[in-house]
């Protein structure tokens, strides 16, 4: 067998194989690399606000604001939160060349994550509205972001580990 007019030998075909998972090596660790510090940020005050305006939805009367509001303030933070996710992954794409991915996350991080956090956020709504007690969305909150900073020290020693 021939590659670029060169007969590959055994020596050659182990060469060409390592530095493909070189090549798969280092485009993971890219992907794995942290978000930045400003979409970090942004993530982790999204995330701490939710558990507030689900609440603020969802109580039975008017709680500190409208329920109009609530859902107006919901649906701008979405909106500010997809446009600042959408030019944090396209600067990202820019330069690094590769966008980053929660799939290189181990999956015993990941999976709890997934399942976790919509309930803690919803749930502190629900047993806010059950109860009255704003603690449970404080509570949620904090939570929250506390979840999106390990989160992202996750992402950081992955990166550290496989740079």
Do not use: C
């Amino acid at each position: 067998m021939e590659t670029n007019g060169v007969p590959l030998t055994p020596e050659g075909a182990r060469a060409a194989l390592a530095d493909a998972e070189h090549i798969r090596a280092s485009a993971t660790a890219l992907s794995a690399t942290p978000w930045p510090t400003w979409f970090f940020v942004t993530l982790t005050l999204y995330i701490a606000a939710l558990p507030i305006v689900y609440g603020g939805i969802t109580a039975d009367s008017d709680w500190l604001l409208p329920r109009p509001v609530w859902i107006g303030i919901m649906l701008t933070i979405t909106a500010v939160y997809g446009a600042l996710f959408a030019v944090a992954a396209k600067a990202w794409r820019t330069q690094t060349g590769v966008a980053l991915r929660l799939d290189v996350l181990p999956k015993r991080a990941t999976v709890p994550l997934v399942i976790g956090l919509p309930v803690l956020l919803v749930g502190a709504a629900l047993a806010f509205r059950a109860t009255g007690q704003p603690v449970w969305l404080i509570a949620a909150s904090l939570a929250g972001a506390t979840a999106s900073a390990g989160f992202h020290l996750a992402f950081v020693r992955l990166h550290r580990k496989s740079a």
